[in-house]
């Protein structure tokens, strides 16, 4: 059982490049979730899709979009990459059956925008 | 203000020791509060969850909540190497979008 996978593992980017980042869970679930760490910030909610067919913004929205290709698969997409969105990002899913369910985490996108 | 502080440490600790790791908010509104667990280079898995006030215990765990001082902790009692990992606390209102603490870096000494 995979769990959450995402590609790439790692990435480096130009400014002004952009990129997609996959996030796929095998396990069923509604909800899904894009995050990005960063050091002394912690973990940041960019989007979330709380069903097949629905987005929202988290905390930090700006310079990114995601879709929500079906069930299985959420991505995220950074058009024009600055420096700024040098960082960790995790996918989750979880059951979206009910408040305060395990989130599942994937293992990390470690994104280097020079 | 950030909705939740947590002090980064690090904390180092001797195998054994009882570790109490803390967060503190600002939104009277959070309800549901949970502990991850990451390791270096991974991705955090769910320790704990708790809902409103109180205590919850599995294991060596036990988390506690007051809500009236705004105020979560999480205990690990006789501490192993194996629990080295960087501790991060989450809450919500909604229980859809979650607010993460920074983590606390932990070390537990052989």
């Known amino acids: 059982n995979a769990g959450v996978t995402q590609t790439p593992k790692f990435q480096v980017l130009k400014t002004g490049q952009s990129m997609t980042l996959q996030c796929a869970q095998d396990?069923?679930?509604?909800?899904m979730y894009w995050y990005r760490q960063d050091p002394g910030m912690g973990l940041r909610l960019i989007y979330y899709?709380?069903?097949?067919?629905?987005?929202d913004k988290g905390e930090v929205p700006n310079g990114y979009n995601v879709s929500r290709l079906n069930k299985r698969e959420f991505s995220l997409r950074l058009e024009s990459a600055a420096p700024s969105q040098t960082s960790v990002y995790f996918c989750?899913?979880?059951?979206?059956?009910?408040?305060?369910?395990?989130?599942?985490f994937g293992p990390g996108t470690r994104l280097l925008v020079l | 203000q950030k909705e939740v502080e947590q002090d980064p440490g690090p904390l180092s600790v001797p195998e054994g020791a009882i570790v109490s790791l803390n967060c503190t908010y600002s939104?009277?509104?959070?309800?549901?509060f949970m502990w991850y667990r990451q390791y270096s280079r991974k991705g955090p898995e769910l320790l704990m969850y708790?809902?409103?006030?109180g205590n919850k215990e599995d294991g060596r765990f036990t988390a506690q909540v007051d809500k009236s001082s705004k105020y979560i902790s999480l205990f690990i009692r006789d501490s192993q190497p194996s629990d080295s990992a960087t501790y991060l606390c989450?809450?919500?209102?909604?229980?859809?979008?979650?607010?993460f603490g920074t983590g606390t870096s932990l070390t537990v000494i052989p």
């Open positions: 989750a899913s979880s059951a979206g059956g009910g408040a305060g369910e395990t989130q599942y």
């Open positions: 396990m069923n679930h509604n909800s």
């Open positions: 899709s709380a069903s097949e067919g629905t987005t």
């Open positions: 939104n009277s509104a959070f309800q549901y």
């Open positions: 708790t809902y409103s006030s």
């Open positions: 989450a809450m919500s209102k909604t229980g859809n979008q979650f607010y």
